[in-house]
T-cell receptor, first 118, second 114 residues
Framework: GAVVSQHPSRVICKSGTSVKIECRSL??????MFWYRQFPKQSLMLMAT?????????EQGVEKDKFLINHASLTLSTLTVTSAHPEDSSFYIC??????????????FGPGTRLTVL | AQKVTQAQTEISVVEKEDVTLDCVYE???????LFWYKQPPSGELVFLIR??????QNEISGRYSWNFQKSTSSFNFTITASQVVDSAVYFC???????????FGKGITLSVRP
């Protein structure tokens, strides 16, 4: 099956620091990856669509200068939370859309990264 | 605009009871996909089912079954003979046909008591 990993799984940082989260498709190529945010006891909200080799598309209300997305290869997208503040504490989940094979166009989710900003 | 409504927020049942989780959606697309995901306390989303808008056949997978009705824009999920391990948050989601961007419902927290 298709596997998506995220690293780190948990991170605690001080307010004002930047945190980078990696999302990797381990056994398939993904030209498109998605970043979601989930606050406690709430739903997943799409933050941005990450396209390999081009700029990410951000959803309305998401600050692109605060949440930097880089999709430099067909298997890796990174989300950098810059100058993190306590209100950025959340569960960040990525997904990767498979672009070939039997599960073409299907979206596979990573295990999530829990960010806590002190 | 797309919207997914899961009106139930929390459901508590006793083991072996049947339980139905409701999902109502709104979309202007003629082609779309509907999903159900399970999110256990660990947080990782577990894919349960994907259904496209042209396939209204109900589906059964073990203790799980899904009832898709375009006439009422509903895609309900039933767990038969529930078990404690079914305790989780369940999300219904919708995506357009040509794009995998998912719109999630607010989720239903299911607690199955022994």
């Amino acid at each position: 099956g298709a596997v998506v990993s995220q690293h780190p799984s948990r991170v605690i940082c001080k307010s004002g620091t930047s945190v980078k989260i990696e999302c990797r498709s381990l056994d398939f190529q993904a030209t498109t990856m998605f970043w979601y945010r989930q606050f406690p006891k709430q739903s997943l909200m799409l933050m941005a669509t990450s396209n390999e080799g081009s700029k990410a598309t951000y959803e309305q209300g998401v600050e692109k200068d605060k949440f930097l997305i880089n999709h430099a290869s067909l298997t890796l997208s990174t989300l950098t939370v810059t100058s993190a503040h306590p209100e950025d504490s959340s569960f960040y989940i990525c997904s990767a859309r498979r672009t070939s094979g039997s599960s073409y166009n299907e979206q596979f989710f990573g295990p999530g990264t829990r960010l806590t900003v002190l | 605009a797309q919207k997914v409504t899961q009106a139930q927020t929390e459901i508590s049942v006793v083991e072996k009871e049947d339980v139905t989780l409701d999902c109502v959606y709104e979309t202007r697309d003629t082609t779309y996909y509907l999903f159900w995901y399970k999110q256990p306390p660990s947080g990782e989303l577990v894919f349960l089912i994907r259904r496209n808008s042209f396939d209204e056949q109900n589906e059964i997978s073990g203790r799980y079954s899904w009832n898709f009705q375009k006439s009422t824009s509903s895609f309900n999920f039933t767990i038969t003979a529930s078990q404690v391990v079914d305790s989780a948050v369940y999300f219904c989601a919708l995506s357009p046909g040509a794009n995998s961007k998912l719109t999630f419902g607010k989720g239903i927290t299911l607690s199955v008591r022994p």
